[in-house]
C-alpha cells in the first residue's frame, strides 16, 4: 500500500462513512492543496499522464470528472484538479439555500461496495454559490454545473428554480448539467417526463449562453422513457447527456441497502452501461455522453467508453479505493487505446458498437 493512499487514499476512505468524515476529507483536500508544496506532493502522487480528448469545443486532459454531489459548494476545486481529474461537476446547487434531509444521510455498504445517500441537496444555494465560484480559483479544466431544484419550490415553478440557479452562476462555470433524476428531492423524478423536461431546459437555455447544457437521468427509467429524454434533450439542442444517476433498486441485501436513498458504487455499473450503450445506438453516435455508475477499474472505464462514452465520471470509488483510482483508471485506459491500436481516446468512443 503506497504512501499516497495511506495520505489521502484511506482518510477518505475510512472517514467516509459519515457525513461528518466527508467533509473533513474535503476540507484536508482544500487545505494540502492551498499550498504550493501540497499541490506538488500531491501531483507527484496522484496525477496520472494526459489521455487528451476535445469536446464542447474543450480541451479536456483525461476523459475522468469528478461527479456531482461530492463538492456541493465548490470547496477544494485546485484539490480535484491536482489529483488529475480531466473535469470535474460541482453542485447540486438549488436556487434556495437548503440544508437538505435530517441526518444520518449517507451510508456505505461495504460487502457491495455500494453508497447510499438521500442528502436532499444540501447546499448554498445559487446566490451564495456565484459568490463563492467568483472568488474561487480559476481552474484549467472545464467545470460543470450540476443544477437541482429547490425543495420549497413548487413543481409547476421548477423551471424558474433551474434558470434562476443557471442564471446566476453562468459566468463562472463553463457549462450545465440540469439534474431531474436525484431521488432524494421529493417528486423530482417526476421531471423528467416530456412536457416539464422540456420547460426547463426552454428556460435554462434562456440563460446558458453559449455553454453547453445536459441533462442527467436516472437509471430506473424504462428504457422507452430514457429514449424519450433523448429525443427532448436532442429536439432542445442540448449538448449530451449524464447517464447515470442513482438508483433507488437494491441489486443485493448487505445491511446498509436497506437505508432509503439513491445507491452508488458497483452494483450501479450494468445498468449504467447499458443505458450508455441505449443512447449511443438511439442517436448513432452523434451525441456526447458522460457515463457515470459504479466505474471502480480501468475496465470498468474502457466499457462505458467503448459503449459510448465521451467522458466519464466516479464517486463512489474514490471513497472505497482512494485518490489513486485516478491514476490507475487513466492509465489502464491509456494501455487499453494502445493495446488496440488506436491513436487516442476519443477513437476508442463507441468501439464496441462498430
Ligand atoms: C453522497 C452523494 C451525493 C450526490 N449528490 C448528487 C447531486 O447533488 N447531483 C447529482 O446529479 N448527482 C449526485 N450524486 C450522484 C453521483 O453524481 C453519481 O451519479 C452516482 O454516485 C453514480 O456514480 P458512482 O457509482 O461513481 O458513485 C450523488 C452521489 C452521492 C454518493
Redesign the pocket.
Known sequence: MGLGFKLFGRPILSLMDSEKA?RRAIFLLKVTSGFFLGRFLLKILYKPRNLTSELFGFKFPNPLGL????D?NAEAMTGWETLGFGFI?V??VTEHEQSGNPKPR?FRADRSKA?I?R?G?N?LGSEKMAIALDRGPKLGIPVFL?V?KSKKTKMEDAHTDYATTVRRCEPFVDGF?V?V??PNTPNLRDLQNEQDLERIILEVKKFSGSKPVLV?ISPDLSNQQILGIVDVGLKLECEGI?A???TTTRPDSDAPMQEAG?L???P??TR?TEVIRLIADHTDGNWPIVG?????SADDAWQKIINGASLL?????LVFNGAGVIKQIIHGLEKRVRDAGLSGIEEAVGLARR
Open positions: 466527508h461527479a456531482a454531489g461530492m456541493k461537476e453542485g447540486g449517507m453508497l445517500n442528502m441537496f447546499n450540476n437541482g448539467v439534474n433524476s436525484s442527467k449524464v447515470t444517476n442513482t439513491g452508488s458504487g458497483s450501479l455499473n449504467s457515470v455508475g459504479g466505474i471502480s465520471q466516479i464517486y463512489s470509488t
